[in-house]
């Protein structure tokens, strides 16, 4: 009822409860677990402790990122949910091969597994590159770690193994940037550092293309089938 006793007229109402972004977080474990497999891989530390990698994804890298995807599916982010849970599958498959198998043995098995896993990043990442093109690339540099890496492991080359590193240090470089690039955004509410923001990206940072009232009932959680 309206305030002079006429009834109210009829409408849909969306209720969402603000959330930050999960991509910080997503990306700063991931370059934890990234770098922790270059310094194996590139001989900055002995093989053997390539268990404590292992120990890192597991504990540390595939909780936050599964923590990140839930979150993206909460705020409704198909591509921080996706890559995020992506991430974290793949790093707790990586980890667990890690720990299980001889120091510094490559394992065909994982390399399939890690082949595959660089193929579907690249759906995130594609996803990602008309909205924001820094979340996108660190997408599309994990999906190439994934790809050397998974190469080395199924024919155990030196050259390759060599090559999986440096694109893992140059992945844990673009993570760093990106979050905290995103976290100066959110907390300065203002795009600080470039983060290739475009079409719908920005316009969500800008304040544009507000969703009409008519749009709602097509939106999730209203619709009746997804």
Known sequence: MTTDGAPAAAGTRVVLRPLATPLPLGFLALALATTMFSAV???????????????????????LQLLASVFGFLGRDPVAATGMGVLSGTWAVAGITTLTNPPGAASQGLGVVLLLAGMAMLVPAAAALGSKVVPAAVMALAATRFAVTGVYELTGSAGWEAAAGWVGVALALLALYAAFALELEATRLRTVLPLGRRGAGRSAMVGEGPLHSDDLVREVGVRPQL
């Open 41 to 63: 891989q590139l001989g900055w530390i002995d093989a053997d402790q390539g268990r404590v990698a292992g120990f890192t994804a597991l504990f540390l890298t595939v909780p």
